[in-house]
Structure formats: C-alpha cells, structure tokens
C-alpha cells in the first residue's frame, strides 16, 4: 500500500496497485509494470503504465538470479531452514525463481519490440506527464506547491490474490476486465483504487 501525504497542505491519498498484465499476440501474460502519477489532467495521483522496470526491483532480482544460479551451480543452499530441509527444497526453488524470472526479461523484451505507443495515464489516457522511475518515488502536488512524499505499508503475506487482472494488448488499451476471483460469478475488478 502506498500513502502520498502533502508536505504543504493537508491533502493525503492512499492508493495499490491494480492487477493488470498485458497479453501478447501468442498468449504470453507479462504482468504491467506500473507507476504512479500526478496527472494533471486527472488532477490526482493516477497510475501509468512504466515502459521500464524500477531500477531497485531490477538490481534485487539480478542479484537475487546470481545467489541463486551460484547455489544451483555449487549445490550449496543457503537458507533459515535447516540445511537438510534446505538441500531437499531449494534447488527446485531456486531453479524455477531463475526460469521465472528469465522468461519475465524474455517477455519484457518481446513486448517493447512490438510495443509503439507512449506512455499514458491508464486512467485518462494523457500522455503529457513525467513518470517517475522508481515506484516509491515523490510527486508534485500541482496547482499546490507542495510535495506529495511517499510512504508504504508492506501488506503481509499471508495475503493470496485470487483476483483475475484485467488484460490489456501490448499498446496498453483494455481488452478485458478483470474479476475479483476465479469463480464464475465473480463481481468485476474494480478499475482504480476504491476512493480514489
Ligand atoms: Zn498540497
Ligand atoms: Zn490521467
């Protein structure tokens, strides 16, 4: 969860992340990268789509391939379990976290090549914005002169998330709405944030 508070005025907004994932020509999902924004002709903190992954999240998952490729490549599992346990689980865990996440750069590679539309406002379509690079990064309070700072609360997780995300084609338009579990009868997934 993240919490945009005003360091000028008493404006404050909480707002998450939507699933959402974009489906490629073959039926390859790729989970959209997203970030959020002032936009200005939302005149809120909108979501839009980040055409690059947070340059954070992307160095903790090299690193993390390289921990994890050395375990599989000495067999030395270092881990809070105990290391008999260890050595029976990890090298399965490990290997399939490495072919996640190198299909996760083959498939972010796969979609810029076809992907030709700017970047927009997933909630308006604007694309005149800036779009920070990092996820947590701070956002301008416009017309108020202050600074909305950003803050997070990691939710637990204990949490699964059985929600459908909603699809979209690799130039970011909505072909299919999203439900809030897999059961037929399932309500829709709610586009933005409750309340925001
Ligand atoms: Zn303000
Ligand atoms: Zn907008």
């Known amino acids: 969860m993240f ?107 796969d979609w810029k090549r076809l992907r030709t539309a700017g970047q927009t406002c997933l909630r308006c379509g604007n694309t005149n914005m800036r779009v920070p690079e990092k996820s947590w990064a701070d956002l301008p309070h416009v017309p108020c002169p202050g600074t909305l700072r950003c803050t997070g609360t990691i939710v637990g997780a204990v949490f699964v998330d059985r929600r459908l995300p909603h699809q979209y084609n690799v130039q970011g338009e909505l072909v299919r709405r999203g439900r809030m579990s897999d059961d037929d009868d399932a309500e829709e997934l709610y586009l933005w944030w409750p309340g925001t």
């Open 3 to 109: 919490h945009f508070t005003c360091d000028t005025c008493d404006f404050r907004v909480d707002i998450e992340y939507v699933p959402r994932v974009y489906v490629l020509p073959d039926g390859r999902t790729l989970t959209m990268m997203q970030r959020h924004v002032w936009c200005p002709r939302c005149a809120r903190v909108s979501v839009a789509e980040a055409l690059t992954e947070d340059p954070d999240a992307l160095a903790a998952r090299l690193e993390r391939r390289e921990h994890h490729l050395e375990s599989v490549h000495t067999g030395n599992y270092v881990s809070a379990f105990t290391k008999a346990m260890a050595q029976k689980i990890m090298p399965d865990l490990c290997r399939r976290w490495i072919r996640e996440s190198d299909e996760m750069d083959q498939l972010i590679a």
